[in-house]
């Protein structure tokens, strides 16, 4: 700071951190160019080798990936990211492995992590954390593992979703649906899936890798919804929320409140579900307009309905223009359900080949309807439907678990037949390169492993403790191995090892206590 002698404490105090500001803007800019230049250059493995080792300091040296050979050993079979590891670790002496659960399965920063309250990026996750497991319901995070910066690929799946993750991430994937109700899931890495094929030979259109669909989402409890979600929906789909200005200066637009439809069961709905004094009241009949009614009140009074969807943001919202707010995307199971068959109720509908179609001209709705079914377990792709070249509306196909009906209007839900035989299903379609970017994996306290990312996608939260001990154990490099368990998962970790390697004597040390497998 220059001329300190003729300026106040304050000014000077005030300019350093303008220049501080400055500084820290200048570095962030500088940082940001220096990024894009290195991802583009021939320097970027050496870089990335060494940030790894010594800030990172993962293991950089190339490992051996050919099978483990582990005669006693009888449970899954090592990836080859894990036999590399267990061999590298054998050769060392005094070595200590924090192989925190669930290693291996690293996704790019920026991906997001479904939690009880909503989405959060993997990086900002830390231990204590609750996300959602494959069962809807909340699970902690166990341990959080920065992977360095790692080669990723965006993984596209049958119904348009994607993530994206590291070669080494776990996948818990299983063959086509026979239809006869058997389901049996493998855990395979991104390499090892890629290796097999993502079709069968020569059949681009029988799929091999299906992961598991999750079940419906269980958010954290939310405030009252403001409007009952049946009529929310109902009005999203054959609502009229325009408005128009008025003359007085200062007044709020007026809100042209109205609803169509040829169903006298969705209009007695609204009639007894409605706030008390609304009245669903019948337009005089013109051509093309004979189905029209409006939500109005006695004259004088407030209408609650034009002041919840003001509240909403929906108050002059046009076709194109609708939304879900988020305090309903984010509501319960039913309420969920309930706005889905107000949507349904009005702009879906049931094909004679049992297809279930929602059409709307609002992208965001569309996107917001696929967020609702894909967090009740179910798939909602999103197509364009164009005419003359020009975008006019957006139809989706919509496919929803056993149990959960689309539609509540009579003649909609009993024209649906359940799914039984082929229930929501995600394929993986396609692996996208995407260069080197930082990652970070989590482990969760979920008996599967499984946790849920974006748009509702499951994936995987493994036994190479074990491995290595059996590996020290058959060299004689090792009398007793010792493993580090967290107490959390202590009980599935000695039946995974009574499994894993019958008749191996396993001695539990916690405290002062030591209990052997055997209970003594």
Same mark, same amino acid.
């Given at each position: 700071?220059?001329?300190?002698?003729?300026?106040?404490?304050?000014?000077?105090?005030?300019?350093?951190?303008?220049?501080?500001?400055?500084?820290?803007?200048?570095?962030?800019?500088?940082?940001?160019?220096?990024?894009?230049?290195?991802?583009?250059?021939?320097?970027?493995?050496?870089?990335?080798?060494?940030?790894?080792?010594?800030?990172?300091?993962?293991?950089?040296?190339?490992?051996?990936?050919?099978?483990?050979?582990?005669?006693?050993?009888?449970?899954?079979?090592?990836?080859?990211?894990?036999?590399?590891?267990?061999?590298?670790?054998?050769?060392?002496?005094?070595?200590?492995?924090?192989?925190?659960?669930?290693?291996?399965?690293?996704?790019?920063?920026?991906?997001?992590?479904?939690?009880?309250?909503?989405?959060?990026?993997?990086?900002?996750?830390?231990?204590?954390?609750?996300?959602?497991?494959?069962?809807?319901?909340?699970?902690?995070?166990?341990?959080?593992?920065?992977?360095?910066?790692?080669?990723?690929?965006?993984?596209?799946?049958?119904?348009?979703?994607?993530?994206?993750?590291?070669?080494?991430?776990?996948?818990?994937?299983?063959?086509?649906?026979?239809?006869?109700?058997?389901?049996?899931?493998?855990?395979?890495?991104?390499?090892?899936?890629?290796?097999?094929?993502?079709?069968?030979?020569?059949?681009?259109?029988?799929?091999?890798?299906?992961?598991?669909?999750?079940?419906?989402?269980?958010?954290?409890?939310?405030?009252?919804?403001?409007?009952?979600?049946?009529?929310?929906?109902?009005?999203?789909?054959?609502?009229?929320?325009?408005?128009?200005?008025?003359?007085?200066?200062?007044?709020?637009?007026?809100?042209?409140?109205?609803?169509?439809?040829?169903?006298?069961?969705?209009?007695?709905?609204?009639?007894?579900?409605?706030?008390?004094?609304?009245?669903?009241?019948?337009?005089?009949?013109?051509?093309?307009?004979?189905?029209?009614?409006?939500?109005?009140?006695?004259?004088?009074?407030?209408?609650?309905?034009?002041?919840?969807?003001?509240?909403?943001?929906?108050?002059?919202?046009?076709?194109?223009?609708?939304?879900?707010?988020?305090?309903?995307?984010?509501?319960?199971?039913?309420?969920?359900?309930?706005?889905?068959?107000?949507?349904?109720?009005?702009?879906?509908?049931?094909?004679?080949?049992?297809?279930?179609?929602?059409?709307?001209?609002?992208?965001?709705?569309?996107?917001?309807? /696929? !967020? %609702? +079914?894909?967090?009740?377990?179910? @798939? *909602?792709?999103?197509?364009?439907?164009?005419?003359?070249?020009?975008? $006019? =509306?957006?139809?989706?196909?919509?496919?929803?678990?056993?149990?959960?009906?689309?539609?509540?209007?009579?003649?909609?839900?009993?024209?649906?037949?359940?799914?039984?035989?082929?229930?929501?299903?995600?394929?993986?379609?396609?692996?996208?390169?995407?260069?080197?970017?930082?990652?970070?994996?989590?482990?969760?306290?979920?008996?599967?492993?499984?946790?849920?990312?974006? /748009? !509702? %996608? +499951?994936?995987?939260?493994?036994? @190479? *403790?074990?491995?290595?001990?059996?590996?020290?154990?058959?060299?004689? $490099? =090792?009398?007793?191995?010792?493993?580090?368990?967290?107490?959390?998962?202590?009980?599935?970790?000695?039946?995974?090892?009574?499994?894993?390697?019958?008749?191996?004597?396993?001695?539990?040390?916690?405290?002062?206590?030591?209990?052997?497998?055997?209970?003594?």
């Amino acid at each position: 700071v220059v001329n300190q002698d003729v300026k106040t404490p304050e000014q000077i105090t005030a300019e350093r951190h303008a220049h501080q500001a400055r500084a820290v803007q200048f570095e962030r800019q500088l940082a940001a160019h220096f990024r894009t230049w290195l991802l583009g250059s021939e320097h970027v493995g050496t870089v990335e080798l060494t940030l790894n080792e010594h800030r990172y300091g993962l293991l950089t040296a190339t490992p051996d990936l050919r099978p483990l050979t582990l005669p006693r050993y009888q449970g899954p079979l090592a990836h080859p990211f894990q036999a590399g590891h267990v061999r590298a670790a054998a050769r060392m002496d005094g070595v200590i492995l924090d192989f925190g659960v669930g290693l291996g399965k690293a996704l790019a920063h920026g991906m997001r992590v479904c939690t009880p309250r909503g989405f959060a990026p993997i990086e900002e996750l830390k231990i204590g954390d609750q996300v959602t497991g494959a069962n809807g319901k909340p699970t902690i995070i166990t341990g959080v593992f920065p992977q360095g910066i790692r080669p990723t690929y965006r993984v596209h799946f049958s119904d348009d979703s994607s993530v994206i993750c590291d070669e080494d991430h776990l996948w818990s994937v299983r063959p086509p649906s026979k239809g006869d109700g058997t389901i049996s899931f493998r855990v395979l890495t991104l390499r090892e899936i890629l290796a097999e094929g993502l079709y069968r030979k020569g059949d681009r259109g029988h799929k091999k890798h299906f992961i598991p669909m999750t079940q419906p989402v269980e958010f954290a409890e939310q405030p009252s919804l403001p409007l009952d979600p049946y009529v929310l929906g109902a009005l999203l789909g054959d609502g009229c929320l325009t408005t128009y200005s008025r003359k007085t200066r200062g007044a709020l637009p007026t809100m042209a409140l109205g609803f169509s439809s040829a169903d006298e069961e969705i209009i007695l709905r609204l009639r007894a579900t409605l706030p008390v004094g609304i009245r669903v009241r019948k337009k005089p009949e013109r051509p093309n307009a004979k189905y029209d009614y409006s939500l109005c009140v006695v004259p004088g009074r407030a209408n609650p309905v034009k002041g919840a969807l003001r509240a909403l943001g929906l108050a002059g919202r046009t076709s194109k223009t609708k939304f879900i707010p988020d305090c309903y995307k984010y509501s319960s199971i039913q309420e969920r359900i309930e706005l889905m068959h107000g949507l349904m109720d009005t702009d879906g509908h049931v094909r004679a080949d049992n297809n279930v179609e929602f059409c709307t001209t609002s992208l965001q709705l569309a996107e917001d309807v /696929q !967020f %609702i +079914v894909q967090s009740l377990g179910g @798939t *909602a792709p999103i197509r364009e439907k164009r005419i003359d070249g020009v975008v $006019r =509306a957006y139809r989706q196909s919509i496919a929803l678990p056993v149990g959960i009906n689309p539609f509540w209007l009579k003649r909609k839900a009993t024209a649906y037949r359940p799914r039984n035989k082929y229930p929501p299903s995600r394929a993986i379609t396609r692996v996208e390169p995407l260069g080197s970017q930082p990652a970070t994996c989590i482990s969760v306290d979920a008996d599967d492993h499984l946790f849920l990312t974006e /748009q !509702f %996608i +499951v994936t995987h939260n493994t036994l @190479t *403790a074990l491995m290595l001990a059996e590996l020290l154990l058959q060299s004689g $490099r =090792a009398r007793l191995p010792a493993v580090v368990v967290p107490l959390s998962r202590l009980g599935d970790w000695v039946m995974n090892a009574a499994t894993a390697l019958p008749g191996l004597r396993i001695s539990v040390i916690g405290g002062e206590t030591v209990r052997a497998s055997d209970g003594s």
